[in-house]
């Protein structure tokens, strides 16, 4: 499933540059994350490296995109080659 940055993001800049996916950009207010770029890492790294460096914490499973591992895995291959 894609991730969702949560309102309470501070606008810090530690979750951008670690996205392999470039899918988190800068909003009106606060970082978002595009879905249809975001595997969770799957298929770079094992964890979610957002969430790793996220000091706010704000950072969630999106509940409107539900996705296996092996979604996830056949995005980040489509958006790879």
């Known amino acids: ?3 969702l ?3 309470t993001c501070t606008n810090c800049d530690a979750c ?3 996205c392999p996916n470039e899918a ?3 909003g009106d207010t ?3 994350i595009d879905p249809l ?3 969770e890492c799957v298929g770079a790294e094992d964890e979610s490296q957002c969430t790793l460096v996220c000091p706010a914490d704000c950072i ?3 509940p ?3 996705e296996t591992r092996e979604e996830l895995l056949a995005k980040y291959q489509e958006l790879h080659g």
């Open 1 to 3: 499933m894609a991730l």
């Open 5 to 7: 940055i949560l309102d």
């Open 16 to 18: 951008r540059p670690v």
């Open 24 to 26: 988190i950009s800068e």
């Open 30 to 32: 606060i970082y978002v």
């Open 37 to 39: 770029r975001c595997t």
């Open 60 to 62: 969630v499973p999106h």
């Open 64 to 66: 409107d995109f539900r």
